[in-house]
């Protein structure tokens, strides 16, 4: 399911940051952390933290290289996630 939404929680990230608002950018960061965390993403839910840390300092001091290091994550992660054989492990 965090496949499905990644788009959401980085669009909102996005959003955030364009009107620079760090209250939303901690928050929105947060919730990405705790889906990303549940599914076992911790790379990504540990690229969400060092956005959410950011948010909660009041500033958005190295906000956009920290969603650059996020958006590189979920590169790596589609491409992980593109080739699994999901036959294999999807019950008939």
Do not use: C
């Not at 928050?27 to 889906?35: E, L, N």
């Amino acid at each position: 399911e965090l496949h499905r939404t990644i788009p959401d929680y980085t669009s909102r990230i996005q959003q955030a940051l364009q009107s620079e608002d760090v209250a939303s950018l901690g928050s929105d960061a947060h919730q990405f952390k705790g889906a990303a965390a549940n599914l076992g993403a911790k790379a990504i839910a540990h690229a969400a933290m060092q956005l959410e840390l950011i948010g909660k300092s009041g500033s958005l001091e190295g906000a956009q290289e920290a969603f650059h290091r996020l958006e590189q994550t979920i590169e790596s992660f589609y491409r992980h996630f593109k080739q699994i054989d999901w036959t294999a492990i999807t019950p008939s």
